[in-house]
Each structure stands twice: as structure tokens, then as C-alpha cells.
């Protein structure tokens, strides 16, 4: 039921691939370590030369905390939890929850083109909320995915039961298709889809795939109110999938 999405997927990264090799020169022009806040300039957000290959695993938080963002990061992109979207995101989600403590969670999966890869992603995201739930049972969560990650992050729901799922207030997928791909819980799942994204539907260049970080867009802001929303028990709309098209309208 979900092939259309992972075939959209599978060309996004086709395309990708392709075209990374012109673009990767630009990837130094933003340092999301600095400052995750700051954005790309217009059309300067790329993934690096390397695309396809694993790249490093960020660090895995430790303890408890009382809301955790699963980030699962796109095919080899850059930054501890994605420079295009889990940097940015959370650091947002951070500022507009000032005294709560939240965190960003890496899944630790290599992100490569290796057909092991998003599966294996799927597992770690289980294993993390059970180990989460065991040793901190008040943990709520947040799970994101971006592209490679947003199958991650599909594939993760569709095969959880109601006590793994019970803590997740909100799930937010990055062009990767329509929300409905999270099983039970498309109902607070929010799908970005930037104009372009090929792997939103099948047509589009490609490009705006890697958009959601560029200088004027709002991909991320309006995210981050959905998911504090959520964390404070705000009814999320839960009328089936969200598709955001338009990257300055409302949510
Ligand atoms: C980004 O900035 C950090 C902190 O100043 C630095 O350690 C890191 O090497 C920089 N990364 C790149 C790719 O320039
Ligand atoms: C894919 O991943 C598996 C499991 O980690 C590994 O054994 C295999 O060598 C990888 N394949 C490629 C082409 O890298
Ligand atoms: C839900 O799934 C988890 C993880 O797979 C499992 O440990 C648990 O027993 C399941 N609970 C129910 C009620 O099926
Ligand atoms: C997902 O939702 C969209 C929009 O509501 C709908 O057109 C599509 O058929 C749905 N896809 C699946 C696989 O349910």
C-alpha cells in the first residue's frame, strides 16, 4: 500500500545521487554547528559529494528527559542530527520551549544506500523507545524523519503496538511522501512536502528536496509549533495526513 511513497522515495534518491556530485561544493557555506538557527542561503542547501555513503552516528543522549526528538536524518546528511532538518528543527523546538527540557535523539542508522539501512533504522527507533519507556516511563516523544529517515520513520510505526506508540505526541515527515504512511499513527502525523520535491510526488525537478532549510522558508518554524502543541496537549489536527505545499501559507 505504501509503494507509490517508496517508489517516489527511490527516485528522489536516484536523482539525488546523480546531481551530487555538481552540487557539493556548497555544503561549506553553512556551519549548522555554529548556529543551527541561521538558514541556507536560497539554494545553497546540497548534500555532500559523498552521497550514499554512511556517514557518522551522533552521540546518543544518556538518562531522561522529559521530551525526546527521535531524529532519523536523510541519505548521508551531514550534522549530529541532520543539517537540513534535525539541527534546525530542534534547535527551534528548543527556543519555543524555553525551561522544558528537550533533547534530539540520532538514529543510529548509517544512512547509506545499503538496502540494510532504513530497516535497520526502523530497529534502533524501537529499541530506543523501549529502552526510553523502561528507564523512563515519563519520556514523551516526538518521532521526525527526512527522507531516507521519513522511510524510517514509517516503517518504525507500522509495526508498533499501542504500548510502544502510547508515549509519541507527535510524528512529522520531511519529503517523504504523504503522512498516511505511518500506519496508526498518520492521525498526528504532519507531512512536509516542499514544491519540487520529487519525493512528495512524482513530478518536480528534485531540488526542492533539499529546500527545507533554505533562507525564507518556514518549514521549520511551523514544526515547531505543531510538536510543542502537541506536547502541550493541544488538539493536533488529527483529520488524516497533512500535506504542507506552500512553504509561506498556514499549517
Ligand atoms: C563548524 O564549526 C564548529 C565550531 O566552530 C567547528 O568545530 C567545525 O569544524 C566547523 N565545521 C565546518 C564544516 O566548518
Ligand atoms: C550492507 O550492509 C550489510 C549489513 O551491515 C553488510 O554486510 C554489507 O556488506 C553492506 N553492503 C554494501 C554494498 O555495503
Ligand atoms: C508491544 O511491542 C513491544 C516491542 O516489540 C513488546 O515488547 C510488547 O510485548 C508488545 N506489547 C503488546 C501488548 O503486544
Ligand atoms: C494518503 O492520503 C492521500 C491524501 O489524503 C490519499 O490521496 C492517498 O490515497 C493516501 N494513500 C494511502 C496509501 O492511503
Known amino acids: 500500500m505504501h509503494r507509490t511513497i517508496l517508489i517516489s522515495l527511490a527516485t528522489a534518491t ?4 546523480a546531481n ?3 552540487k557539493c561544493s556548497k555544503v561549506a557555506d553553512v556551519n549548522t554547528t555554529v548556529n543551527p538557527l541561521v538558514p541556507f542561503r536560497p539554494n545553497t542547501a546540497t548534500f555532500p559529494c559523498d552521497m550514499g555513503i554512511p556517514i557518522p552516528l551522533g552521540k546518543v543522549p544518556t538518562g531522561c528527559a522529559k521530551f525526546e526528538i527521535i531524529v532519523a536524518r536523510g541519505t548521508s546528511e551531514p550534522g549530529d542530527l541532520g ?7 530542534v534547535a527551534r523546538v528548543k527556543r519555543d520551549m524555553p525551561g ?14 545499503n538496502t540494510t539501512s532504513a530497516p535497520s533504522g526502523a530497529q534502533d527507533v524501537q529499541n530506543r523507545l523501549i529502552a526510553q519507556m523502561k528507564e523512563c516511563p515519563d519520556e514523551k516523544f516526538a518521532l521526525v524523519g527526512y ?7 514509517s516503517m518504525a510505526t507500522n509495526r508498533m503496538n499501542a504500548t ?10 520531511y519529503g517523504a511522501g504523504l503522512g498516511n504512511a505511518t500506519g496508526s499513527l498518520s492521525g498526528i502525523t504532519l507531512a512536509n512536502c516542499a514544491p519540487g520535491d520529487i519525493a512528495c510526488s512524482d ?4 531540488a526542492g528536496h533539499v529546500s527545507y532549510n533554505n533562507e525564507g522558508t518556514v518549514w ?13 496537549g493541544k488538539p493536533v489536527e488529527q483529520k488524516g495526513p497533512k500535506l504542507v505545499r506552500n512553504p509561506t501559507g498556514g499549517l
Open 164 to 173: 510502544l506508540s502510547k508515549n509519541i505526541l507527535a510524528v512529522v515527515l
Open 20 to 22: 551530487a556530485q555538481a
Open 147 to 153: 527522507s531516507q529517515g521519513g522511510r524510517v520513520v
Open 14 to 17: 536516484t536523482f539525488l545521487q
Open 83 to 89: 543539517m537540513i532538518v534535525g539541527d534546525p528543527l
Open 203 to 206: 513530478s518536480g525537478t528534485g
Open 100 to 113: 522544558v527540557d528537550v533533547r534530539g535523539y540520532p538514529v543510529q542508522y548509517p544512512a547509506s544506500r
Open 220 to 232: 521549520h518554524d511551523r514544526t515547531s509549533q505543531y510538536i510543542v502543541a502537541a506536547f502541550n
